[in-house]
């Protein structure tokens, strides 16, 4: 994809809606094992996709 294409990406609604109930249930400490597996793949995720986007950007200024 291009860099504007990752600059772009957003998780679906669905998705963000996912991570956000996960992230209640987690400050609540009612997270069940798998979906503590299930909020850490969404910060796996989360981390991935911003070191993506940082690169990406660094791209389109060298590119200028």
Known sequence: ???EA???FRLTAEMQD????????NR???LTPT???EL?????I???VSLLKARALA???TRS
Request: glycine share 0%.
């Open 1 to 3: 994809p291009s860099a």
């Open 6 to 8: 990752i600059l772009d």
């Open 18 to 25: 996912r991570a956000s109930e996960l992230l209640e249930r």
């Open 28 to 30: 609540a400490d009612q």
């Open 35 to 37: 979906e503590a597996t």
């Open 40 to 44: 850490d793949e969404y910060v796996y």
């Open 46 to 48: 989360n981390d991935l």
């Open 59 to 61: 791209n389109i200024h």
